[in-house]
């Protein structure tokens, strides 16, 4: 039993690499979620998406892109890594708000450098 | 506009102690109001949650207190341990009408011996 599966774990990236995160989850959650967590900061939203297919920008969407082309997976994209996106990046997913089990389950987290 | 307000951003209580962390809101259509545990090098984990037709919900040494008429939310930790030592999230969602919940910017708890 799974749950959220985040890869990698760690990563250094050179200013202007890109790479992919990947989020894979188990639980045939419908939502999924990209944040990023900054010391002092707390959580914020990059992207979200409420289905198969579907995408929509949270509050901090700028140089990240993301696929939802499998409900099981969700993926975050940095096609030209920048230092300002040195972060901790957490996956999340969950059922549609409403329903008696909702809540967020989150990954483990995926630290990035940028240097 | 940040519309969850969570206060103190750090707090530090003696092992026993019971530690208050305090949420606001505004936006009166919230209707699930959850809170989250991370500890260090982890993500964020359902502690505890509650719905506005109570004023209160326990699990274990967690007690959720709820005040509609203030808009506002706390989470109380009795009998405080040194493995309750970690961040602690308050959020909320409109479950009618909203997609993704809105997070405070959390409390860095610390339980001393």
């Known amino acids: 039993n799974a749950g959220v599966t985040q890869t990698p774990k760690f990563r250094v990236l050179k200013t202007g690499q890109s790479m992919t995160l990947l989020c894979a989850q188990d639980m045939n959650h419908e939502y999924m979620y990209w944040y990023r967590q900054d010391p002092g900061m707390g959580l914020r939203l990059i992207h979200y998406?409420?289905?198969?297919?579907?995408?929509a920008k949270g509050e901090v969407p700028d140089g990240y892109n993301v696929s939802r082309l499998k409900k099981q997976n969700f993926l975050l994209g940095l096609e030209s890594a920048a230092p300002s996106q040195t972060s901790v990046y957490f996956c999340?997913?969950?059922?549609?708000?409403?329903?008696?089990?909702?809540?967020?389950?989150f990954g483990s987290g995926t630290r990035l450098t940028v240097v | 506009q940040q519309q969850v307000k969570q206060s103190p951003q750090s707090l530090i209580v003696q092992k026993g102690g019971i530690p208050i962390i305090n949420c606001a809101y505004e936006?009166?259509?919230?209707?699930?109001f959850p809170w989250y545990q991370q500890f260090p090098g982890k993500g964020p984990a359902l502690l505890i949650a509650i719905r506005p037709d109570v004023s209160e919900k326990k699990e274990g040494r967690f007690t959720i207190s709820f005040n509609k008429s203030a808009k506002q939310f706390s989470l109380h930790i009795m009998d405080s341990q040194p493995g309750d030592s970690a961040t602690y999230f308050c959020?909320?969602?409109?479950?009618?009408?909203?997609?993704?919940?809105?997070f405070g910017t959390g409390t860095r708890l610390q339980v001393t011996l």
């Open positions: 936006n009166t259509a919230f209707d699930y």
């Open positions: 998406s409420v289905g198969e297919g579907t995408t």
């Open positions: 999340a997913s969950s059922y549609p708000p409403g329903q008696r089990n909702y809540g967020y389950t």
């Open positions: 959020a909320a969602i409109s479950t009618g009408t909203a997609s993704k919940l809105t």
